[in-house]
C-alpha cells in the first residue's frame, strides 16, 4: 500500500459526459501528479501540483482540468469524453518540489471506460 | 528533453534464468534514473533510483541496475528470475530541476516454469 488512494476505482460513462476522478495524496507529500495509462500511449504524463500550485505540465488536453485543494487532495476532470479516453488514470504524490529524492508514490488507478 | 527507450516490449524467461530489461536515457543534464513495478491492476512501485552516488544501486526483490554513462544505459537484472517477478517494468527518468518524469513504454516479462 503506497499511502496514495485514488477514487472511483471503476468509472463507465458515455462519450460527451464529464468525470472527476479524485485523489489523496500520502500524509505530508506536497506534490500530486496525474498520469494517463493507455495500450496505444503507453503512460503519459499529464499534470503536476504542488502545495495547491500547477507546476508542470505535460500532455494534457485542453478539455481536461485539474486542481489541487488545500488539504492537499487533488482532482482531475475530463469533459466532452471521448472514446480514446478510456485510459487508466494514475495519481502519484512525492514529499519534494523536486530533486533527487523526487521518488513518485502512485496509487491504485482509476479505470475510466468511454461508450 | 530527456527521455528513455526501453529496447524490447516483451521479455520471455524461464524460471530461475537470468533476468535483462534493458533501459537507454537521452539527457542533457546529469540524469536520475528510475525503475517501477506495475503488477496486473496495481499502480506502480518503485523498484530501484539511481541520484548519482553508487553506479550499482540494488533494489527491491533482488532486482539491481548498472547506471553506465558512456553507454547512456541503465539496465535491470536478476541473477534468477521468479515466477512472482512477472509484470510490467518501467524505466523513467528525472533530474535535479525537473519537475516532472519521463516513463519509457514498458517492458512486460514473462515467467515460464
Redesign the interface.
Known amino acids: 500500500d ?1 499511502g ?1 488512494t485514488q477514487t472511483p476505482k471503476h468509472l463507465i460513462t458515455a462519450t460527451g459526459q464529464r468525470v472527476t476522478l479524485r485523489c489523496s495524496p500520502r500524509s505530508g507529500d506536497l506534490s500530486v ?1 496525474w ?1 494517463q495509462q493507455s495500450l496505444d500511449q ?2 503519459q ?1 499529464l499534470i ?1 501540483y ?1 502545495n495547491g500550485e500547477e ?2 505540465k ?1 500532455n494534457i488536453l485542453e478539455r481536461f482540468s485539474a486542481q489541487q485543494f488545500p488539504d492537499l487532495h487533488s482532482e482531475l476532470n475530463l469533459s466532452s469524453l471521448e472514446l480514446g479516453d478510456s485510459a487508466l488514470y ?1 495519481c ?1 504524490s512525492s514529499g519534494r ?13 482509476t479505470r475510466l471506460t468511454v461508450l | 528533453a530527456q527521455s528513455v527507450t526501453q529496447l524490447g516490449s516483451h521479455v520471455s524467461v524461464s524460471e530461475g534464468a537470468l533476468v535483462l530489461l534493458r533501459c537507454n536515457y537521452s539527457s542533457s543534464v546529469p540524469p ?1 534514473l ?1 525503475w ?1 513495478v506495475q503488477y496486473p ?6 523498484l530501484l ?1 539511481y ?2 552516488a553508487a553506479t550499482l544501486v540494488k533494489g527491491i526483490n533482488g532486482f539491481e541496475a548498472e547506471f553506465k554513462k558512456s553507454e547512456t544505459s541503465f539496465h535491470l537484472t536478476k541473477p534468477s528470475a521468479h515466477m512472482s517477478d512477472a509484470a510490467e517494468y ?1 524505466c523513467a527518468v ?1 533530474d ?11 517492458t512486460r516479462l514473462t515467467v515460464k516454469p
Not at chain 2, 535535479?96 to 514498458?106: E, I, L, P, Y
Open positions: 503506497s496514495v501528479y498520469y503507453g503512460l504524463f503536476q504542488y507546476r508542470a505535460g494514475f502519484a518540489l523536486a530533486g533527487a529524492y523526487n521518488e513518485q508514490f502512485f496509487g491504485p488507478g | 536520475y528510475f517501477y491492476n496495481q499502480g506502480l512501485q518503485l533510483k541520484t548519482s518501467f528525472s535535479q530541476w525537473s519537475n516532472d518524469m519521463r516513463f519509457g513504454a514498458g
